[in-house]
């Protein structure tokens, strides 16, 4: 089943001779429990196809289906719902509200949801990621390794179908940055999610099933080694 469909999609910025074609024209589907890197250098275009992909920007052409539904042609109230029912995102700037607690970060989705805390697969995650000692904790108590295992919780506890993380591990030591890529490749395959990691760590990529490499905004599949 594809979880994520992008169909002739592509983003540019500016117009005339100031134009940037951040994103050529792209057509990609990522398959549940599919977990894909997307690797290349700087301003290529990874954060522009990431953010499109999770609806935090419209393409300039082209759509995006997210589990099947169409997303970048709807409204953003259905955008939004969307966004938060299917999926799960992890920020180059891990973007935790100041004035809330670790675990109150992860309730957040259940005040959205109007659900019920499930506190065994809070601190299940907590714990996973080194960081339930800390749920009392503000973001402003952390150093920027723990808000980032904060981030990634929080982006896992509401079960999405889709994860999105850029960098997830950007500020994590190497021992760190294995398990947390560790749990984004388990999270994949037992739960059947699809997830895309922008990274710059190519010794993370073993976890991947691909890889594909950005280059001025052209997406393409590496192909072994
Ligand atoms: N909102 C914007 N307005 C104008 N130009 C933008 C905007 N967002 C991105 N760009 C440009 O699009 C190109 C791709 O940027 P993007 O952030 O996708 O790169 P990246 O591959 O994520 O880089 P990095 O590895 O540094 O995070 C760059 O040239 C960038 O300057
Ligand atoms: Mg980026």
Known sequence: MKLIEMIDVSRSFGEGELKIDALKK?????EAGEF?????????GKSTFLTI???????SSGKVLINGKPFSEVNEKKRAKLRFEEIGFILQASNLVPFLTVQDQLHLANKVAKSKVDKHKRDELLKEL?????????????SGGQRQRVAIARALYHDPSVILADEPTASLDTQKAFEVVEILARETKMKNKATIMVTHDERLIDYCDKVFVMKDGIL???IGG
Request: hydrophobic share 35%.
């Open 26 to 30: 792209t057509n990609i589907a990522i």
């Open 36 to 44: 894909v890197a997307v690797i290349g250098p700087s301003g290529s």
């Open 53 to 59: 992909t999770g609806g935090l920007q419209t393409p």
């Open 130 to 142: 080194g960081i339930l000692e800390l749920k009392d904790k503000f973001p402003s108590d952390l």
């Open 220 to 222: 393409s599949e590496r």
